[in-house]
T-cell receptor, first 115, second 113 residues
């Protein structure tokens, strides 16, 4: 049982390049999330998904896109990388039904640098 | 909008002693969740303890306990018998509904041998 996995662990991009951060969970969780963590700060939500085919914006969605074609996968796409997107990116998942909340499990993070 | 404030950027404690990390939050909701997450140098986010706002009893997990003051909107974390492995960033977080966690800016805890 791997939990939440993210690839790659590290990446350096040039300004204007694009890339996809991969996230996969094997816990059959319905909710998945993407956060970013800037130096010295807490995590901020970029996008989230409550199930396959459903996504919604979080607090800081600009410059990113997501899709959720399967329960397991929730990739994050950066189309035109900018230095402001230098950050550590965390994927998380949880299983929730109605008012029943369960904790979010986090992946190990991807450190992205845009130069 | 909900906000979470951690006013202590850094704290240090002698090994085996007790330390308390502070957290305050702002919300107009009555039913929500509060969490403390630990982030060691490995960057992994690890859930330490959670508190449901409708529960009056403070949550406890082994050496970790909270002091939840709902009216004051305060949620502090007490670590007893501090160990070297407790050294990490600690984040307080708030959740309403099943959507986003709102995080504080973190407190870096150093354990002095």
């Amino acid at each position: 049982n791997a939990g939440v996995t993210q690839t790659p662990k590290f990446r350096i991009l040039k300004i204007g390049q694009s890339m996809t951060l991969q996230c996969t969970q094997d816990m059959n969780h319905n909710y998945m999330y993407w956060y970013r963590q800037d130096p010295g700060m807490g995590l901020k939500l970029i996008y989230y998904s409550v199930g396959a085919g459903i996504t919604d914006k979080g607090e800081v969605p600009n410059g990113y896109n997501v899709s959720r074609s399967t329960t397991e996968d929730f990739p994050l796409r950066l189309e035109l990388a900018a230095p402001s997107q230098t950050s550590v990116y965390f994927c998380a998942s949880s299983y929730s039904i109605g008012e029943l909340y369960n904790e979010q499990f986090f992946g190990p993070g991807t450190r992205l640098t845009v130069l | 909008a909900q906000t979470v404030t951690q006013s202590q950027p850094e704290m240090s404690v002698q090994e085996a002693e007790t330390v308390t990390l502070s957290c305050t939050y702002d919300t107009s909701e009555s039913d929500y969740y509060l969490f403390w997450y630990k982030q060691p140098p490995s960057r992994q986010m690890i859930l330490v303890i959670r508190q449901e706002a409708y529960k009056q009893q403070n949550a406890t997990e082994n050496r970790f306990s909270v002091n939840f003051q709902k009216a004051a909107k305060s949620f502090s974390l007490k670590i007893s018998d501090s160990q070297l492995g407790d050294a990490a960033m600690y984040f307080c977080a708030y959740l309403f509904g099943n959507e986003k966690l709102t995080f504080g800016t973190g407190t870096r805890l150093t354990i002095i041998p």
